[in-house]
T-cell receptor, first 111, second 113 residues
Framework: LAKTTQPISMDSYEGQEVNITCSHNNIATNDYITWYQQFPSQGPRFIIQGYKTKVTNEVASLFIPADRKSSTLSLPRVSLSDTAVYYC????????????FGGGTRVLVKP | DTAVSQTPKYLVTQMGNDKSIKCEQNLGHDTMYWYKQDSKKFLKIMFSYNNKELIINETVPNRFSPKSPDKAHLNLHINSLELGDSAVYFCASNSGTSQETQYFGPGTRLLVL
């Protein structure tokens, strides 16, 4: 199992960039790295996914070094509405469709 | 149009009762999941169905029984409810591979008294 480790919480201020790093030392060759966002009282929502190097979409960027043992989710210019829990997941293709969610990182954006 | 819907949203019941949670997805996905999120916010997969066939069954008490009448529905029946079953239960769906985005429902908050 490719276990992930990420900080429990992070505080930030509106307009700042937030970077959350996730460690996944045992990532397998076929595994992708996916990040989900969960607001209070809602289900997780997909943010971004990548395999290597850098991926960017309208919400975030994902940086993955060559060894793929970690990844960094970057949220540019956060707003109060970005306050949420962010989960880093590694796809376990060999285990079927199972995704393993860790504890996530609670990001609090302050005014 | 809700992609993944769950009913009920809240469920308060007594220990020992039997209850069901329903899930429906209108995304045309082949695979559906049930997750349990405990008070510490850890989200753990319980079951996964692909085209009505059980493909993942984690270490879950056999009091929990999923049922998939068709690939758009995955219901969760819980017998003899216990205090420790109190949690938020999320249904999710995707096209069927681990790399595919999973779409989650809004969750069912179960409180066992």
């Amino acid at each position: 199992l490719a276990k992930t480790t990420q900080p429990i919480s992070m505080d930030s201020y509106e307009g700042q960039e937030v970077n959350i790093t996730c460690s996944h030392n045992n990532i397998a060759t076929n595994d992708y790295i996916t990040w989900y966002q969960q607001f209070p009282s809602q289900g997780p929502r997909f943010i971004i996914q990548g395999y290597k190097t850098k991926v960017t979409n309208e919400v975030a960027s994902l940086f993955i070094p060559a060894d793929r043992k970690s990844s960094t989710l970057s949220l540019p210019r956060v707003s109060l509405s970005d306050t949420a829990v962010y989960y880093c997941l590694v796809g376990e293709k060999a285990a079927g469709n199972k995704l393993t969610f860790g504890g996530g990182t609670r990001v609090l954006v302050k005014p | 149009d809700t992609a993944v819907s769950q009913t009920p949203k809240y469920l308060v019941t007594q220990m020992g009762n039997d209850k069901s949670i329903k899930c429906e997805q209108n995304l045309g996905h082949d695979t559906m999941y049930w997750y349990k999120q405990d008070s510490k916010k850890f989200l753990k997969i319980m079951f996964s169905y692909n085209n009505k066939e059980l493909i993942i069954n984690e270490t879950v008490p056999n009091r929990f029984s999923p049922k998939s009448p068709d690939k758009a529905h995955l219901n969760l029946h819980i017998n003899s409810l216990e205090l420790g079953d109190s949690a938020v239960y999320f249904c999710a769906s995707n096209s069927g591979t681990s790399q595919e985005t999973q779409y989650f429902g809004p969750g069912t908050r179960l409180l066992v008294l």
